[in-house]
Nanobody, 125 residues
Framework: QVQLVESGGGLVQAGGSLRLSCAAS????????MGWFRQTPGKEREFVAA????????GFADPVKGRFTISRDNAKNTVWLQMNSLKPEDTAVYYC??????????????????WGQGTQVTVSS
């Protein structure tokens, strides 16, 4: 298992930007596919973005395409989610997650075995 800690959430006005960080420890981060998910009260956790172990492949949910980017630095055991042009509907708790085996992109919560505690993002209108 790998331990994940998210940071960087907060309150931002619509149109603004935030960068979330996810720091990993205790496992083989460099071989893990990573994902970002978000969840609002009463709704299921939904996929936001994913990146493969090398950073050479990325994927995004349709609502965030063109606004969010995902990146990683395996030397720093960190993955980031850059969120631009934020909208009130982006308000959620954001979680990072690790898939420790497999070389592709993964988008289902069930594909991930390690999760962070989440960080709140609130976008005001």
């Amino acid at each position: 298992q790998v331990q994940l800690v998210e940071s960087g959430g907060g309150l931002v006005q619509a149109g603004g930007s935030l960068r979330l960080s996810c720091a990993a420890s205790g496992g083989t981060f460099s071989s893990a596919a990573m994902g970002w998910f978000r969840q609002t009260p009463g709704k299921e956790r939904e996929f936001v973005a994913a990146i493969n172990w090398s950073g050479g492949r990325t994927g995004f949910a349709d609502p965030v395409k063109g606004r969010f980017t995902i990146s990683r630095d395996n030397a720093k055991n960190t993955v980031w989610l850059q969120m631009n042009s934020l909208k009130p509907e982006d308000t959620a708790v954001y979680y990072c997650a690790a898939h420790l085996r497999g070389s592709g992109l993964f988008t289902r919560p069930a594909d991930f075995s390690s999760w962070g505690q989440g960080t709140q993002v609130t976008v005001s209108s």
